[in-house]
């Protein structure tokens, strides 16, 4: 099974800055890696797909890159309504497995 | 509207059994893989199985594999997860969630809102 890596555990930033989230594979996903965004008590929401698409409707300030075995997520400026927890997600292959999970809060 | 919600869930002693299921509407049910995901209490996602739109690929996490089964009804527009000698671990939010994709590469574009299994004596 592939592994998923996600760093940092928790995050805590203020409205208006610039965070980024790591997520590391075990081995190569090419860029089949989603990023989803959960709040408490809620589904999860897909906010990035192929490494960088961005999901219909989502902010632009959401961005995400990389191949291979890492992938960053960005979110270039902090609204509050982003306070949540993140997760990565590879779909290269069977069973498809999720990052532990980044959550952001608030400083 | 395009929605999948889940109903099913419940309270089973360790080693019963239950069946979820996950009613689509607001899309073309057949044309879509499909999958439930589970996440336990306070803890992160597990991917728990999935279902191609024919039903005729199913996948499974190890954690699963030959106690749950997966199945759909493209009729009915309904996924099922029929669970069997249910365990403690087992217990968890169960997510109906969409996929989307090429190939066999599928990420979740539509999620329910989750049916909560306790597995407990």
């Known amino acids: 099974d592939i592994q998923m890596t996600q760093s940092p555990s928790t995050l805590s930033a203020s409205v208006g800055d610039r965070v980024t989230i790591t997520c590391r594979a075990s081995?190569?996903?090419?860029?089949?890696l989603a990023w989803y965004q959960q709040k408490p008590g809620k589904a999860p929401k897909l906010l990035i797909y192929k490494a960088s698409s961005l999901e219909s409707g989502v902010p632009s300030r959401f961005s995400g890159s990389g191949s291979g075995t890492e992938f960053i997520f960005t979110i270039s400026s902090l609204q509050p309504d982003d306070f949540a927890t993140y997760y990565c997600?590879?779909?290269?292959?069977?069973?498809?497995?999720f990052g532990q999970g980044t959550k952001l809060e608030i400083k | 509207e395009v929605q999948v919600l889940e109903s099913g869930g419940g309270l089973v002693q360790p080693g019963g059994s239950l069946r979820l299921s996950c009613a689509a509407s607001g899309f073309t049910f057949s044309s879509c893989v499909m999958s439930w995901v589970r996440q336990t209490p306070g803890k992160g996602l597990e991917w728990v199985s999935g279902i191609s739109g024919s039903g005729g690929s199913t996948y499974y996490a190890d954690s699963v594999k030959g106690r749950f089964t997966i199945s759909r009804d493209n009729s009915k527009n309904t996924l099922y997860l029929q669970m069997n000698s249910l365990r403690a671990e087992d217990t968890a939010v169960y997510y109906c969630a969409k996929g989307r994709g090429i190939y066999n590469y599928w990420y979740f574009d539509l999620w329910g809102r989750g049916t909560l299994v306790t597995v407990s004596s």
């Open positions: 081995q190569s996903i090419s860029g089949w």
């Open positions: 997600q590879q779909y290269n292959s069977y069973p498809y497995t």
